[in-house]
C-alpha cells in the first residue's frame, strides 16, 4: 500500500461531495430549463446560494468543535449567504445589479479557491482541482458581467455552467480525500496488528 501523508487528507470531504451534488443539479437545472424569467431564475440562484450556505455554515460548526479548518467554511458561507440575500434584496431592480452581484460572487469565489488551493491545501491533486475550479470562477465572473450585451438570460447560462464545473471539480475533491482517508485507517489498522504479531513470535 502506498504511503499516505496525513497532512493531505481534507477530512471534511462530505462538504465537498455535498456541494458538488447542489452545484451539479443546478448547474443542470439553469442549463437545461429553458427558464427565461429573469426574476424567477434570480430567486432561484438566491435560494440556491442560501443551501450553499447553510451546507457550510455546518461544516463551520462541526470544524470548530474539532478546531480545525472552520475559518475556510465560515468565509464560504458569508460569502454565499451575502450574495443570497443581497440577490433577494435587487430580485426585482435593475438586471445590471443582478449581473454585478452574480459576477462579483463568482469572481470572489474564484479567487477564494485559488487561495485555498495554494495556502490551505498541500496535496498536489487538491490544489490542481481548487485552482483550476478559482481560475474558472473568475473567467465565469467576467463573463457574466458582460453578458448583457447578449441575451439577457445568457448570464444565467454561464453561471450554470460554472456551477457545473464547481460541482465536478467538488466531488472530484471529494471522493479523492474519502479514499485517502479509508487507505489511511486501513494502514493505521495493519501497523496497530503488526506489533501483536511480533509479540506472539
Known amino acids: 500500500m502506498a504511503h499516505i501523508n496525513r497532512r493531505f487528507i ?68 458569508l460569502i454565499d449567504v451575502a450574495a443570497a440575500i443581497a440577490l433577494l434584496f435587487f430580485a426585482k431592480a435593475d438586471l445590471v445589479s443582478s449581473l454585478i452581484i452574480i459576477s462579483a460572487y463568482t469572481i470572489v469565489s474564484g479567487i477564494i479557491d485559488i487561495f485555498h488551493g495554494f495556502l490551505s491545501t498541500v496535496d498536489p491533486t487538491d490544489r490542481f482541482i481548487r485552482v483550476l475550479a478559482g481560475i474558472c470562477g473568475c473567467v465565469m465572473g467576467v463573463a457574466i458581467l458582460n453578458a448583457g450585451n447578449f441575451e439577457i438570460i445568457t448570464f444565467a447560462r454561464f453561471f450554470g ?16 480525500n474519502r479514499a485517502q482517508n479509508i487507505e489511511d485507517r486501513v494502514a493505521r489498522k495493519a501497523s496497530r496488528k503488526t506489533p501483536a504479531k511480533k509479540k506472539k513470535k
Open 10 to 77: 481534507d477530512k471534511h470531504w462530505g462538504v465537498f461531495v455535498v456541494r458538488g451534488i447542489l452545484a451539479g443539479l443546478f448547474g443542470l437545472f439553469v442549463l437545461f430549463s429553458g427558464m427565461s424569467n429573469i426574476e424567477v431564475m434570480i430567486s432561484v440562484i438566491s435560494v440556491f446560494l442560501l443551501l450553499i450556505g447553510i451546507v457550510d455554515s455546518v461544516s463551520a460548526l462541526y470544524s470548530s468543535t474539532k478546531k480545525r479548518g472552520w475559518i475556510n467554511s465560515v468565509i464560504d458561507a
Open 161 to 176: 455552467a460554472y456551477m457545473l464545473i464547481v460541482g465536478t471539480t467538488s466531488l472530484i475533491y471529494g471522493v479523492h
